[in-house]
């Protein structure tokens, strides 16, 4: 409906592709272009949505749960980004879709919920974060429209199911964001705020939404950047994909690949390799994850971390060796710490080790038959989230980093070490980094990254054979 007398909208309200080049015009400028005297401000992440529609396209904002601009079937969306320290765009945090009512939710199908009918195309809108910065002063950078493709919206439904079969058990407070592929359950608020009823238990749940993760919007900023355009419709994702839609017509993805490990079970990594047409005469170091992607891929895929699916979902493969003797010899590593990014980082939600270790992993476990004869069979291949005990360990983890940070205290004497047995430490990947990264104090420090203890990654195996023999 539009408001302020305006009697005529300066586009077509019916068509999704009108409303999307009349966005254009909102790029590279701010709302304070086109406000008039008497508007009275929104404020919070709300309120900037609120304010384009009334601004800029001259709606009323409503509460109807539909879709923003009902008549086109398309969802209006601000998302921000952040600019780096060497000036490069980022996604500043994961796109909040809906609010998650557990009691009503659970009577819907994915086709007729709240999601599915809002969100199936978006047009979103890029602005750059600034701390601070009055709602009215947010520059507009991107303009995209956006239609959940086949594929995706058939990884999304799962996850939905995903999502739904949980809260259907009453484990709503035992929800997380590992648990999925594309679409999450994201928190809402503070810890032990805003509980809210769950069915089914008496126990009250966190509040949450159904959202869209950061790795997956990163992959529409991918996209948009590259073509090198501000406006962008019918964004494509990255095309190497491992699993294809008709796949996925008839089984779930995380189905389809465990399906590609099955006739490998049990055997030497030797034997693999071989029938993978893979190369280790050299004994390379990296030796287990190319076979381990070799399956994993069953196409071209060069790396399954980069695949499409991957990159969407946040989820990473990676390899364990366990020794004859249950022992596991080495730590898992992750990424360098970007200390720049750790000290602006206000919550531990929107932290990038959040995202890290509250995604899913695809384990690869090769287990070693005899004693010190290296003589590896491929053991087991499973999905796994990190439970939410540790991830509140690791958020005392996060907290340590950054508090060193913040003091210049960027040296292996300062950081957890796996000798204290806290599950998590920090070291360097390799014994003579010799690369520095940028500090706040404006100096550079030493790289060091984020791992996993050995001890960590023998519990996380022992607990999963656990579960094999309890099943």
Not at 118 to 126: A, E, N, V, Y
Not at 287 to 295: D, L, P, S
Not at 399 to 412: G, R, V, Y
């Amino acid at each position: 409906m539009a408001s302020n007398n305006h009697l005529k909208l300066p586009y077509d309200i019916t068509s999704a592709k009108s409303i999307f080049e009349y966005s254009k015009g909102l790029l590279g400028r701010t709302l304070r272009d086109f406000t008039w005297e008497g508007y009275e401000p929104k404020t919070g992440k709300g309120g900037l949505g609120q304010m384009v529609e009334n601004i800029y396209f001259l709606l009323e904002t409503n509460c109807y749960p539909g879709a923003d601009f009902t008549e086109a079937g398309m969802e209006l969306k601000c998302t921000p980004l952040k600019k780096s320290k060497q000036e490069e765009l980022l996604i500043k945090e994961r796109l909040v879709c809906n609010m998650i009512n557990y009691c009503e939710v659970v009577e819907q199908d994915f086709e007729h919920s709240h999601f599915y009918l809002k969100c199936q195309l978006m047009l979103l809108l890029f602005y750059l974060h600034q701390a601070n910065c009055d709602n009215l002063d947010l520059e507009f950078l991107f303009s995209v429209l956006w239609k959940l493709p086949e594929k995706d919206l058939l990884i999304i439904r799962h996850d939905y199911d995903v999502i739904i079969g949980k809260i259907k058990q009453g484990k709503a407070h035992e929800l997380s964001e590992g648990d999925t592929m594309y679409l999450g359950a994201c928190r809402k608020g503070q810890k032990g705020e805003s509980l809210m009823k769950q069915p089914n238990n008496d126990i009250e749940a966190p509040r949450r939404a159904f959202s869209l993760k950061m790795a997956y919007m990163r992959t529409i900023l991918e996209h948009v950047l590259n073509s090198g355009k501000n406006a962008v419709s019918n964004v494509a994702g990255v095309q190497s994909e491992l699993v294809s839609t008709k796949a996925l017509l008839k089984h779930s993805f995380d189905d389809i690949l465990l399906s590609r490990f099955k006739q490998y079970l049990k055997m030497p990594y030797k034997r693999i390799a071989k029938r993978k047409k893979i190369d280790i005469s050299n004994n390379p170091k990296n030796k287990f994850a190319m076979i381990a992607n070799a399956i994993a891929a069953s196409t071209n895929c060069s790396n399954v971390n980069r695949s499409e699916e991957f990159l969407k979902a946040g989820l990473t493969m990676k390899t364990i060796r366990v020794q004859a003797n249950g022992n596991i010899k080495e730590s898992m590593s992750f990424e360098n710490i970007d200390y720049i990014e750790v000290a602006e980082c206000e919550e531990w939600i929107d932290s990038r080790l959040y995202e890290l270790y509250s995604s899913r992993f695809m384990f690869v476990v090769f287990k070693e038959q005899n004693q010190g004869k290296e003589d590896y069979v491929l053991d087991d291949v499973f999905f796994w989230t990190m439970p939410q005990k540790d991830l509140n360990l690791a958020e005392e983890y996060w907290n340590h980093i950054k508090t060193n940070i913040l003091e210049d205290h960027i040296s292996e004497e300062y950081w957890w070490k796996g000798a204290d047995r806290k599950k998590f430490h920090v070291r360097p990947k390799a014994q003579k980094a010799v690369d520095l990264a940028p500090t706040p104090s404006g100096k550079s420090a030493k790289k060091y990254c984020y791992w996993f203890n050995n001890d960590y990654v023998r519990e996380i195996v022992y607990n999963r054979n656990k579960e094999i023999n309890n099943a």
